[in-house]
Every structure is written in C-alpha cells, then in structure tokens.
C-alpha cells in the first residue's frame, strides 16, 4: 500500500549544534536505509524549512508508522499521512 507522507520536523531552537548536526545525520542515514528497503519509494524537501513530502510503502498504516518512528528526529516532527490508491487515469497507463 502507498501513503503520501508529509513530514515538518521542529528542532528545539536551543539545541546544541552538535547534537543538531548529529541527529541530522543520524535522519539523513535512516532515510537512505528505508530508501534502499524501499520502504521509501520517492521524496522531495521542500526548500526553506525541514520539510519533505514522499511516497512510502508499507503493508498498512501500523507498518507505516512503525517506520516513520523510527527516524531519529520522531520525537520533533508532524508526519501528515494520506492512504493512496490508484486513479483510473493512472490505471490505464499501465495498461
């Protein structure tokens, strides 16, 4: 099953910078792995602030977000998840 899933991470403004750098890297890495699980099928940032808008997979919406908890930064971001399914114009594309 696909989800639209938009994520908007909010950092403490108080974070030390190296905690900042390293739990950014830490994301960064999280984010590859799904990727390459393809759990994550495609994403976009959204420039100008800690945002992304992608398209995960996953069995269903527990498995969805049993993979969202696992990033780094969960405990600081809003995750704005939609169950996609397939239109009829898409489906006769893959015909």
């Known amino acids: 099953m696909e989800f639209l ?34 759990t994550l099928v495609r994403i976009w940032r959204v420039p100008g602030a800690l945002r992304n808008v992608g398209v995960w997979e996953a069995a269903d919406a527990t498995e969805l977000h049993e993979r969202i908890a696992s990033l780094p930064a969960f405990r600081w971001l809003r995750a ?10 898409e489906a006769d594309r893959r015909e």
Do not use: Q, Y
């Open 5 to 38: 899933v938009e994520i908007e991470v909010f950092l403490p403004p108080d974070m030390d910078e190296g905690d900042r750098a390293a739990l950014l890297a830490a994301e960064l890495e999280r984010g590859r792995e799904l990727r390459r699980s393809g």
């Open 80 to 89: 704005e998840v939609t169950p996609l399914a397939l239109h009829p114009v």
